[in-house]
């Protein structure tokens, strides 16, 4: 008799393990399909990479920089610096950034992300962020 209740309560318990496990596996995985559009996590990573000052990182990103001699990207790092201090000196900082929406474009490789920038002065303000899919990859336009 206890090796027969041993026994169900093993079932039952690989039952629920195998249960959980199933609903994970639909609730997390999306097979890489996001009816085409880009993580809204890797497009606020991507944005975050500017506000984090990482503006080699940024620039790296940048799907058009991709072709451009290293003395045009170092000036793009500069200009992106002195946009950021000059942002940070008006509005403190930026505090969030979230997904507002996204607009594919024709051509499957494109996406407009509007992103919502809240700042440490509490104004808020909603960016056009164009992304691109460039070797399977979402970057910066």
Known sequence: ???KRISVICRSFA???AVIFAGLSVSCGNNGDNNGLPE????V???NLYVRGDYSGYVAAMASCDSMPMNYRQQM??????????MRKEK????AV?????EPQPGDSMVNVYLNVVYKDS???????????KNGEWRIR
Do not use: D
């Open 77 to 86: 790092q500069f200009m992106l610096k002195m946009q950021a201090h000059k």
């Open 98 to 102: 979230s997904v507002a929406r996204m």
């Open 45 to 47: 990573y991507l944005y």
């Open 123 to 133: 104004t808020e303000e909603e960016i056009l962020f164009p992304v691109v899919k």
């Open 15 to 17: 039952l629920c393990v």
């Open 1 to 3: 008799m206890k090796q």
């Open 92 to 95: 403190g900082g930026v505090s």
């Open 40 to 43: 809204e996590e890797n497009v």
